[in-house]
């Protein structure tokens, strides 16, 4: 399945096993990276991609398998052992200290003294300025790194790396906060380190950013290596087919057509240049999947939506009547919700419990009488069981608190506020953010389902797996405008990706076939 030469493998994994409390995360594992490569880690969540890299890192120690450095057994027992052997990690939380400056960071623990034990900024950032192979940053070394957007705080980072001669950069879900011009500047600080001869681990789900920067990529699939391939001999139904396991139609259920009846219509909305004079419609049982890289306005577009953004113009139409959504409590009036990206701080109330998420919306039907607001206990305990029961949702009881139920159930229980508060479009950002597989698939039931009872549906996801499995309609999204506007049966994975990934598109309301 590979292609190139081997000659230059500088660090390997070969028959990783690791077990925790006899649960298998990782089953024989070979991995391998080569000097100069950026070579891409994928899999869905749980498939074992984060245990193989702390076992490399030194955070584990693996049951059974050895790691070879420069063709050497090499005994990774700390993040010290992995740093000397020039190994560096960089994790999404990127690990900087806001309130101490660029140069403070990148020598973060190892500062410079002088013979007096003192630490001198100015000669730290003479030291920043000159680390060989440095990327590039625009900023005043001296400045709090708090202060910085978070592309500079991300070069922060990868210059530490650099400052202690690390061959190898491990980066994980790099650009899940990064803006589309953030997410550009990123990919040119990625291909500068891969001229200067470092090695790159990409850990990623966002398939149009392995395919615009991996040479290689290597996919785990519940807890195994599936196997590894040169990118540019795989098209994405192939890497697809790698991670699921099968094929893509036999992941998703059967969808039932929407219906003829519109129940919402945009017409030229517009703020800034976030969302710019996006025009569609959405029928009664449609899913509307929202395609497009970071940046490319479909939060943006669900923010507008429900009023969490003011717009500068345009219009929205539910039911065929024009509404001027101002505010959320007006969205919810006017049957709209959002499952919103940040379920744990957006979308539920953590301290409260199962039943009071569920009614948050809706506490005007729980009033024991038009002239005496206060709750019955007896209608929130009802209302609330019915939609546990109808989006399956596990708990021990409906005063289980939010945050005690897993990712999988927490979606649920947003899902089911929803419900409860009869919303006929539901507004889905990143509905299997964070949650296991089987869970996963549970949702995807869970949505087709409601399509079929004719809600109508929007899906925004960076997995375009979700995208296109899910979706009657696609749109495709590209700073701000509809890029395009498909239908499912007549475009695939590999063009929607291609589109993705196009630029300078005008194809605005076209197919491909």
Same mark, same amino acid.
């Given at each position: 399945?590979?292609?190139?030469?081997?000659?230059?493998?500088?660090?390997?994994?070969?028959?990783?096993?690791?077990?925790?409390?006899?649960?298998?995360?990782?089953?024989?594992?070979? =991995?391998?990276?080569r000097a100069g490569e950026i070579h891409a880690l994928i899999g869905e969540n749980g498939a074992g991609k984060s245990t193989l890299i702390k076992i490399i890192a030194g955070l584990f120690r693996p049951n059974e398998g050895e790691i070879l450095v420069d063709g050497q057994v090499r005994a990774i027992c700390s993040p010290r052992d992995s740093q000397e052997l020039g190994l560096a990690f960089i994790h999404q939380d990127l690990n900087v200290v806001p309130h101490l400056s660029v140069a403070e960071n990148i020598y973060l623990g190892r500062y410079p003294r002088s013979a007096?034990?003192?630490?001198?900024?100015?000669?730290?950032?003479?030291?920043?300025?000159?680390?060989?192979?440095?990327?590039?940053?625009?900023?005043?070394?001296?400045?709090?790194?708090?202060?910085?957007?978070?592309?500079?705080? /991300?070069?922060?980072?990868?210059?530490?790396?650099?400052?202690?001669?690390?061959?190898?950069? =491990?980066?994980?879900?790099?650009?899940?906060?990064? *803006?589309?011009?953030?997410?550009?500047?990123?990919?040119?600080?990625?291909?500068?380190?891969?001229?200067?001869?470092?090695?790159?681990?990409?850990?990623?789900?966002?398939?149009?950013?392995? =395919?615009?920067?991996?040479?290689?990529?290597?996919?785990?699939?519940?807890?195994?290596?599936?196997?590894?391939?040169?990118?540019?001999?795989?098209?994405?139904?192939?890497?697809?087919?790698?991670?699921?396991?099968?094929?893509?139609?036999?992941?998703?259920? %059967?969808?039932?057509?929407?219906?003829?009846?519109?129940?919402?219509?945009?017409?030229?909305?517009?703020?800034?240049?976030?969302?710019?004079?996006?025009?569609?419609?959405?029928?009664?049982?449609?899913?509307?999947?929202?395609?497009?890289?970071?940046?490319?306005?479909?939060?943006?577009?669900?923010? %507008?939506?429900? #009023?969490?953004?003011?717009?500068?113009?345009?219009?929205?139409?539910?039911? #065929?009547?024009?509404?001027?959504?101002? =505010?959320? *409590?007006?969205?919810?009036?006017?049957?709209?919700?959002?499952?919103?990206?940040?379920?744990?701080?957006?979308?539920?109330?953590?301290?409260?419990?199962?039943?009071?998420?569920?009614?948050?919306?809706?506490?005007?039907?729980?009033?024991?009488?038009?002239?005496?607001?206060?709750?019955?206990?007896?209608?929130?305990?009802?209302?609330?069981?019915?939609?546990?029961?109808?989006?399956?949702?596990?708990?021990?009881?409906?005063?289980?608190?939010?945050?005690?139920?897993?990712?999988?159930?927490?979606?649920?229980?947003?899902?089911?506020? /929803?419900?409860?508060?009869?919303?006929?479009?539901?507004?889905?950002?990143?509905?299997?953010?964070?949650?296991?597989? #089987?869970?996963?698939?549970?949702?995807?039931?869970?949505?087709?389902?409601?399509?079929?009872?004719?809600?109508?549906?929007?899906?925004?996801?960076?997995?375009?797996?979700?995208?296109?499995?899910?979706?009657?309609?696609?749109?495709?999204?590209?700073? #701000?405008?509809?890029?395009?506007? %498909?239908?499912?049966?007549?475009?695939?994975?590999?063009?929607?990706?291609?589109?993705?990934?196009?630029?300078?598109?005008?194809?605005?309301?076209?197919?491909?076939?």
């Amino acid at each position: 399945m590979e292609s190139g030469s081997s000659s230059n493998i500088i660090l390997e994994t070969r028959g990783i096993v690791k077990d925790f409390s006899g649960q298998r995360a990782l089953d024989g594992v070979d =991995f391998d990276v080569r000097a100069g490569e950026i070579h891409a880690l994928i899999g869905e969540n749980g498939a074992g991609k984060s245990t193989l890299i702390k076992i490399i890192a030194g955070l584990f120690r693996p049951n059974e398998g050895e790691i070879l450095v420069d063709g050497q057994v090499r005994a990774i027992c700390s993040p010290r052992d992995s740093q000397e052997l020039g190994l560096a990690f960089i994790h999404q939380d990127l690990n900087v200290v806001p309130h101490l400056s660029v140069a403070e960071n990148i020598y973060l623990g190892r500062y410079p003294r002088s013979a007096f034990g003192l630490v001198k900024l100015s000669k730290m950032v003479e030291m920043a300025r000159s680390i060989p192979e440095a990327v590039p940053m625009h900023t005043d070394f001296r400045r709090p790194v708090g202060e910085l957007p978070l592309i500079e705080q /991300w070069k922060t980072v990868i210059n530490r790396a650099l400052a202690v001669k690390s061959r190898i950069i =491990f980066m994980d879900e790099p650009t899940t906060s990064l *803006t589309h011009s953030e997410v550009e500047e990123l990919f040119n600080s990625i291909s500068h380190l891969k001229e200067k001869g470092k090695a790159i681990v990409y850990v990623s789900h966002r398939m149009e950013e392995v =395919f615009k920067l991996a040479d290689r990529a290597t996919v785990i699939k519940d807890a195994k290596k599936v196997g590894t391939a040169s990118v540019n001999v795989l098209n994405s139904g192939q890497l697809y087919r790698m991670m699921l396991g099968r094929e893509l139609e036999d992941v998703f259920p %059967l969808k039932a057509p929407p219906r003829e009846k519109v129940c919402l219509e945009v017409k030229n909305l517009s703020r800034g240049t976030a969302v710019r004079n996006v025009s569609f419609q959405l029928r009664e049982g449609e899913i509307l999947g929202l395609a497009g890289l970071v940046g490319s306005g479909r939060t943006e577009l669900a923010r %507008l939506l429900f #009023g969490a953004d003011r717009k500068d113009g345009g219009d929205i139409f539910i039911n #065929g009547d024009k509404r001027d959504i101002r =505010f959320p *409590t007006e969205a919810i009036r006017h049957g709209i919700g959002l499952v919103p990206e940040q379920r744990h701080t957006q979308g539920l109330v953590l301290p409260m419990d199962v039943k009071q998420n569920i009614t948050l919306p809706s506490l005007k039907k729980l009033w024991k009488s038009v002239r005496l607001p206060l709750l019955s206990r007896r209608k929130e305990n009802t209302l609330a069981q019915k939609f546990v029961i109808t989006t399956a949702v596990k708990t021990y009881g409906l005063n289980q608190s939010a945050s005690s139920l897993s990712g999988g159930n927490q979606q649920r229980v947003v899902l089911s506020k /929803w419900l409860c508060a009869e919303s006929a479009v539901l507004i889905l950002d990143e509905p299997t953010k964070g949650i296991d597989v #089987g869970a996963k698939f549970a949702v995807y039931r869970l949505i087709t389902d409601l399509a079929r009872e004719g809600k109508a549906i929007i899906v925004i996801s960076s997995d375009l797996i979700e995208v296109v499995g899910l979706s009657h309609r696609i749109l495709v999204l590209d700073q #701000g405008r509809i890029k395009a506007d %498909l239908r499912r049966e007549e475009t695939d994975l590999q063009s929607i990706l291609a589109m993705c990934l196009e630029k300078g598109s005008k194809c605005l309301g076209t197919s491909i076939n």
